[in-house]
């Protein structure tokens, strides 16, 4: 991995469907304060001027808190505000494309769903991390395939073949914080949230029970 970013594991916030750019700034100072490390722009309804709108709003914000980044699908947006990374799924454009055309300095995220052999394919193109999911029924993703907790295992060993600095694994879908330390445990680096942080009741102190089984070290303290 040549990129001079590294993901930061731990809490990885995933936006809800939201237009409202206060809000959404609002709900990061809060999950940041909670220990969010990054943040994805999910927005799967906006219009291309109000999402690149919301993308420069929190570009701003992530980087004045020391939260890392990224854009769900759209690197060239992500290019445009500055953020740092880019999260691509199997519908988007090829991973190796997209590392020619940003360089190096650009975190690349990809989704590898309950699929290993596919992680170990996109590895080879300087990925920041490979996500696998749904690990639990998921709102967001009602139609995802259930991901056993064995693929986060076999795709943290494929990540340590690279050694350090080495790709993160991330977990995603359905998560709430009785499930984190579990994942944690199975190989995941990060888990990334949508409605158990950002609908909570108490977004900081969802974010401060999703952290806590990655504060102890490993992946965020290397």
């Not at 309804?45 to 993308?55: D, F, I």
């Not at 454009?93 to 052999?117: H, K, N, Q, W």
């Not at 749904?134 to 060993?157: D, F, I, N, W």
Request: glycine residues 10%; proline residues 7%.
């Amino acid at each position: 991995m040549t990129a001079q970013l590294r993901f930061p594991g731990g809490l990885y916030g995933v936006t809800p469907d939201w237009d409202d750019a206060s809000r959404l700034e609002q709900a990061t100072r809060e999950a940041a304060r909670g220990g969010m490390r990054a943040l994805q722009l999910r927005n799967k309804t906006a219009s291309p001027a109000q999402r690149a709108k919301l993308a420069a709003r929190l570009a701003e914000v992530c980087n004045a808190l020391g939260v890392v980044f990224l854009v769900n699908d759209d690197w060239r947006l992500a290019r445009d505000v500055g953020a740092q990374g880019v999260h691509l799924g199997r519908d988007d454009e090829d991973p190796a494309v997209v590392r020619e055309a940003v360089g190096p300095g650009m975190l690349i995220g990809v989704s590898c769903y309950a699929d290993p052999v596919r992680a170990a394919r996109l590895i080879q193109h300087e990925v920041a991390y490979i996500a696998f999911g749904a690990m639990y029924a998921s709102s967001t993703k009602p139609l995802a395939p259930p991901a056993p907790l064995s693929v986060l295992t076999e795709g943290r060993a494929l990540c340590e073949t690279l050694g350090n600095p080495r790709p993160g694994v991330v977990a995603i879908g359905g998560i709430g914080p009785e499930h984190a330390a579990i994942l944690a445990r199975a190989g995941a680096d990060a888990i990334a949230v949508v409605g158990s942080l950002f609908l909570a009741p108490d977004i900081e102190a969802a974010a401060r029970a999703l952290s806590a089984p990655f504060d102890a070290g490993g992946f965020n303290s290397r």
